[in-house]
Each structure stands twice: as C-alpha cells, then as structure tokens.
C-alpha cells in the first residue's frame, strides 16, 4: 500500500515561472531528485511568501512534510506542507555529475510507457527562438499577479509587490529519440537571468546576451532539460528547467 502522507528530502533542481492558480493563488512549480535517484513533484509552492531561512535555490537539498494530492495522479506529485521547508545541505559542485548521470535519458516515449511523468532529458540540436509577446497577452499575465497581490490572505502577513512578467518568450525546437519536438522555456531562472541582464545592459543587449548563451554556448558546451508533463494533458511534456551539462561520460559504481 502507497503512503499518503510523509516526510521527505530532495534536491531542487527545478523552480518553474510562478503562475497563477484560482485555487492556490501565486505558485511555483518545484522539483528535486530523492536520495533514492527519483524525481518529486513539489507543489503548490508560494515561493515569494516563504520566510528568507526557506528560500531554497537549484542544488539545496531540502527536508518537508507532504501529502498526496487529491486531484493530481502523477506518481511523482507531492502536496508540500511549505512551512515545514528546511534547507538541509546543498549538493557539492563534484556530486552533480553522478546524480544527474542516473537520470539522463534521450527520448520520452519510453519514460511514459513507464508511467513516469518526470524526466531529464538530453536534447539534440536544440534551438532557440526569442520572440517578443504580445501587449494584450503581457497585460493578461500583469492583472492575474496584480489580483492575487491585492486579495486579502488571512494565512500570510508579507506582502506582495505584483510579480513583472517576462516580456519575452524563449521557445526551443530540438531533437530527440522519438522525434522532433519544441516547447516553450518555463524556467524562473532563465526568466530571472533575462531581467538581470535587463537591468545591466539595456534591453536589446540582454536579449543578445541570451541568445548567445542559452542558444549557442549551451547547445555547444552541453544542456538537459527537466521535463514535466501538463496535469490536464498528460501527452504533453513541458521544459520545466534548463540545466548546463557537459555530455556525462560513463561514471564509475564506486
């Protein structure tokens, strides 16, 4: 019999752009790696109404209590009691190699035909597109945080400067095992990497900054992407997190 409830441990290697839920208000999508070599889902996380002591980032391994989500059936989805989040440790620059080198596939089908609806996939020949959105599609994004920033919420004393959406959408096209396939770049950090070049360089400059690292120097020198699939389209797998890799060479047992 499956647990329900329970406390665990994971390594973080995805925070997803917040998005907004009716139900849960401004959440982020996390998930980390066990200490067993398998993925969690943590959610719902309202990331920017944590105390500073639970801010974890990519690579802090973290100890929380979580339920099994009633209306989410993905093996790897946790319901995460947020105010039990402690940061534990952080994985050492020299483990990431063997943790990552246990998950590392190429192709998709084969992780759903497994029932998993995790993976960290090795893509070929990625490419990526910056494309501006639109006003109309900006101002939507603006007036859902803007909402929940102005709503009372009994269970939360911080308050809330409405999050800024990214005014670009970073998108790839890439290869795999089972074929070609794109999809849209959801990865707070790349966002956040976007808005700091912004802040530095100007506009037109960070958005070349981006197009020369994430779409030549990692392509190049070697990129995963954390994949998830959609909970209402469970066929649709979405770029979770991007995470610069070199090609991982056979690594030792021992």
Not at 5 to 15: D, F, M, N, P, S
Not at 54 to 61: A, E, L, S
Request: glycine share 6%; aromatic share 10%; proline share 6%.
């Amino acid at each position: 019999m499956f647990d329900t409830e329970g406390e665990g441990e994971a390594v973080i290697l995805v925070k997803a752009t917040p998005h907004i839920s009716q139900k849960y208000g401004e959440t982020v999508c996390c998930a980390g790696i066990t200490p067993n070599a398998e993925w969690l889902r943590l959610y719902p996380v309202t990331f920017r109404r944590l105390e500073d002591a639970k801010k974890f980032r990519r690579w802090d391994h973290i100890r929380f209590r979580w339920k099994k989500p009633k209306d989410d059936f993905r093996p790897e989805s946790r319901r995460v009691d947020q105010n039990s989040i402690e940061i534990i440790g952080r994985l050492p620059k020299n483990e990431k190699e063997r943790l990552l080198a246990k998950l590392e596939v190429t192709g998709l089908n084969a992780v759903s035909a497994q029932g998993k609806t995790f993976a960290l996939l090795r893509p070929k020949n990625p490419c990526l597109t910056i494309a501006r959105k639109s006003p109309s599609e900006l101002a939507q994004e603006r007036s859902g945080y803007e909402l929940i920033c102005t709503q009372q919420d009994m269970f939360y004393q911080k308050e809330l400067l409405p999050l800024e959406p990214c005014p670009f959408r970073f998108k790839y096209r890439y290869q795999t095992d089972d074929g070609d396939r794109e999809g849209t770049c959801q990865d707070w950090e790349t966002d956040a990497t976007f808005f700091h070049w912004r802040e530095r360089y100007g506009e037109a400059q960070a958005i070349q900054h981006m197009q020369k690292v994430f779409g030549t120097e990692y392509p190049e020198k070697g990129m995963l992407f954390a994949m998830g699939t959609h909970s209402l389209h469970p066929n649709t797998w979405l770029i979770n997190g991007i995470i610069r890799m070199d090609e991982i060479a056979q690594i030792p047992l021992i």
